[in-house]
């Protein structure tokens, strides 16, 4: 623990225009501990002898030099331990584990990166891995299989909608309200609702002319063939 330590051995010099919580981030990887135990030695050492001199006796870096430092810490951080300690955040909870969980997801302060093995993904949560490895590189994935056929599917979800697609079961038909026309999925609707009834449509509009179409790749084709532009501000016009 950091409260039988005078000085943290390695210290890097805080740069001009980075933070102070930054810097202490940095402190912390570079000594190989936790951000949450070098706050809560800052906390009790700055009510004894202020916020920078306690930086300064833990680092060995003059006070000069981390004055220069944008200080993004609350000026009485130290008095309420219940609340965050970055400025302009109003976050607080009386649980020390939420709040450092809350200063990594939100403030990006004492994040323990959970890496893939097998490509450069990183997570800060160790479930989030759990599903990029399942989903991805099919590593400890959890088989949905269906009970009437060889499908299989690594959400419970698929399964419900496969077996609703393929074998009628369950279905929950997606009614049109303007017409007889019913489907088992609802993006199914959602389509004809679009194509049939123009309803939920989003429109590309040619910049030259009142032609419109529901597909982006019509509207290209018909540019190209009409109004031949430069293919790349055709390319920003359309986003495809």
């Not at 906390?43 to 004055?67: D, M, W, Y």
């Not at 323990?112 to 759990?130: A, E, F, Q």
């Not at 597909?215 to 920003?236: A, G, T």
Request: glycine share 2%; with cysteine; net charge positive.
């Amino acid at each position: 623990m950091l409260s039988h330590i005078k000085c943290l051995p390695v210290h890097p010099y805080p740069i001009s225009n980075e933070s102070i919580s930054f810097w202490m981030e940095k402190l912390a990887k570079a000594n190989k501990t936790l951000f949450a135990i070098i706050l809560e030695y800052i906390i009790k050492s700055t009510r004894e002898h202020g916020f920078i001199q306690a930086l300064s006796s833990l680092t060995g870096v003059p006070k000069q030099k981390i004055n220069q430092v944008q200080n993004d810490f609350k000026s009485n951080f130290w008095e309420n331990s219940n609340l965050c300690p970055i400025e302009k955040c109003g976050y607080r909870s009386k649980e020390k584990a939420k709040l450092n969980s809350h200063l990594a997801n939100k403030h990006n302060l004492g994040v323990i990166w959970h890496d893939c093995p097998h490509c450069d993904y990183k997570s800060k949560h160790k479930n989030n891995l759990k599903k990029h490895m399942a989903n991805i590189h099919d590593i400890g994935v959890n088989w949905y299989k269906c009970p009437h056929c060889d499908y299989r599917a690594k959400e419970n979800s698929s399964i419900t909608c496969h077996l609703a697609s393929v074998h009628d079961i369950d279905v929950k038909w997606q009614e049109c309200p303007l017409c007889e026309y019913k489907a088992k999925l609802k993006p199914n609707l959602t389509k004809h609702l679009a194509n049939i009834h123009d309803i939920g449509v989003k429109w590309y509009e040619c910049p030259h002319c009142e032609y419109r179409t529901k597909c982006s790749s019509n509207l290209k084709r018909h540019i190209k063939k009409y109004h031949p532009i430069n293919q790349k501000l055709l390319e920003e016009y359309t986003g495809v």
